[in-house]
């Protein structure tokens, strides 16, 4: 069955799994921390190349602005609700025990399983400050934990000399995980055009990178919990995230509350 919302998009029905939902189009995953470390390294130890999108509204906006993009993260093994504003949608439609995964918790999480079951692992993005931080970090808080790959992309395109170098080194180091700090739209798609080329588990952490660096604050617990983190980020870097939220936030609240709309009269 098929739904459709203002403007014309079309989005499976949100009972078509009991553990997903379409928020606006793009798939949402009801998982937890435990649910997702398991299928990340499952995977990993079979040496699958997928990919697990970590999904805010941001993410959800994008997608539904563009079908490809919006392709790309329906098609990722997993797509968890980082963003709490997803995880009371998923309860709204239906999956009430919705909780949320959280790339900057998600990936210390995936981080100690991965050095319990040495998994290696590798990290893609930031800046060279960044990643140097990061390691000392890592390495204070995970001394077992194989690093086998760190790198800095260029923030513009990279060639294709550039990426098939890239790929090379990501392969010869033998990782199983790989961690990707590039940002949204650009990680997914990134992601997306690396399945099969890079024998990882690829996710997609966003802000993680910066946050378990200690080069950007995070919010306060219960600001995260009442949904207000991106307050806390606005104010912290108003320059470069102020469009997006002035876009983004109050059209998700009025496609979604339509979403929402249709589907109660369908579906009671």
Not at 9 to 24: D, E, K, M, W
Request: proline content about 7%; charged content about 25%.
């Amino acid at each position: 069955m098929v739904g459709s919302l203002e403007g014309g998009l079309q989005y499976p029905s949100p009972v078509i799994a009991a553990n997903s939902r379409y928020l606006l189009g793009m798939r949402v995953d009801a998982t937890s921390y435990p649910d997702a470390a398991r299928r990340v390294v499952e995977w990993a130890r079979r040496g699958d190349s997928r990919y697990v999108c970590v999904a805010t509204v941001h993410m959800v906006m994008e997608a539904y602005d563009s079908s490809r993009f919006r392709e790309i993260v329906n098609g990722a093994d997993l797509v968890t609700p980082d963003g709490m504003p997803l995880v009371w949608g998923l309860r709204l439609l239906g999956i009430e025990h919705a909780t949320r995964v959280y790339g900057p918790d998600l990936t210390p999480c995936l981080l100690a399983v991965a050095q319990e079951e040495d998994i290696p692992v590798g990290f893609y993005g930031g800046n060279p400050a960044v990643l140097a931080r990061l390691r000392t970090i890592l390495a204070a808080r995970f001394p077992d934990l194989q690093v086998a790959f760190y790198k800095c992309p260029p923030f513009r395109p990279s060639t294709t000399e550039e990426d098939k170098a890239d790929v090379d080194e990501i392969n010869r180091s033998g990782i199983r995980i790989l961690f990707i700090g590039l940002g949204c739209p650009k990680q997914e798609r990134w992601m997306a055009e690396h399945v099969g080329r890079v024998p990882a588990v690829m996710v997609g952490v966003g802000a993680a990178f910066d946050f378990l660096a200690k080069v950007k604050p995070q919010a306060p617990v219960w600001m995260q919990k009442c949904g207000f983190e991106w307050c806390f980020r606005l104010c912290t870097e108003p320059r470069r995230l102020w469009r997006r939220y002035l876009k983004h936030g109050p059209r998700f609240v009025a496609l979604f509350g339509m979403q929402l709309l249709a589907w109660r009269r369908r579906y009671g």
